[in-house]
Each structure stands twice: as C-alpha cells, then as structure tokens.
C-alpha cells in the first residue's frame, strides 16, 4: 500500500513538473505551429503563403561587344496574402550581381529583382539564371536572361 501511495506521488509530481515547463514554454512564445502548404490529395493551399508574379521570366539583351556589362531589372509583385520575405538569391556564375529587397514585401507590394551581367571573359550565346529563394510554394523561383557576346577581335 505504502509503494502505491509513493508511486501516485511520484506521477503527480512529474505530471505538475511537465505541466510548469509547458506554460512557461507558452510565455516564451516558443510554441509554434508549422502549417505544410499541400493538402492531404497533393493540392496546394496558397491562401497563406506569399506569391511571386514576375512581369517577365526571361530576358534577352541582345548582342554585347565583350567586356560590355548589362543591367536589368526583373519587377515582381506579392499576389500572395502573406508577406514575401527573400531568404537568398542564387546566380549561375559569379560574372552577375544581384540586389534585392531584403525587408518583408507585403502582400499587393511590387519590388524589383536588379542584376548586373558582366561580360569580360565571356563570348557566344549566354543563358544564365538567377534563382530566388522565398517563403513561396515552390520555395524557389526561377528567372533568366539570354543573349550574345561578341569577341573584340
């Protein structure tokens, strides 16, 4: 009899512990609730997350003598009903720059993606890439700019 008692003291005592460290998680604001986009028959539930619409996906600048750089500017806009927030931005070589907004862009926001293409060392067709990682589904997206690079001979 006297074991029962003790093990009824011991689980209460644990129970009463887990409960304390459950509240005070509460007041620390640690509890958070991580939502999937994809419903359970594979749809995507885009109601909350940010959506990227880029006025265009691919640019073409022409032809360019080599050495020459090229500047454009990829604008989008947030069609989501979240806050779009840019965690990178990868290019496909280290001859293109890129600026972005670094601050959340709020859903109806337009903002721009510029990048700055230089050509030394390189001739013939290009076709480079830039890809943008954001709280979007997919998480990432991608843009492109084509063109042709003239040798100086």
């Not at 986009?37 to 003598?65: K, R």
Request: glycine fraction near 6%; proline fraction near 3%.
């Amino acid at each position: 009899m006297y074991r029962f008692f003790l093990l009824i003291f011991f689980t209460s005592s644990l129970l009463i512990s887990c409960s304390e460290q459950a509240d005070s998680a509460e007041d620390e604001g640690l509890n958070v609730i991580l939502r999937s986009p994809i419903n359970p028959d594979g749809s995507v539930d885009s109601t909350m997350l940010a959506i990227l619409a880029f006025e265009m996906i691919t640019w073409d600048f022409d032809t360019i003598d080599q050495g020459v750089s090229v500047k454009h500017d990829f604008k989008f806009k947030n069609i989501g009903k979240a806050d779009l927030l840019i965690s990178d931005v990868q290019t496909s070589c280290g001859c293109t720059i890129t600026e972005y907004e670094k601050n959340a862009i709020k859903p109806g926001e337009e903002s721009k993606l510029s990048f700055k293409f230089d050509s030394t060392d390189k001739y013939g067709k290009q076709d480079k890439s830039i890809t943008i990682h954001a709280n979007t589904y997919p998480n990432k997206t991608v843009v492109n700019f084509t063109g042709y690079v003239k040798t100086k001979d």
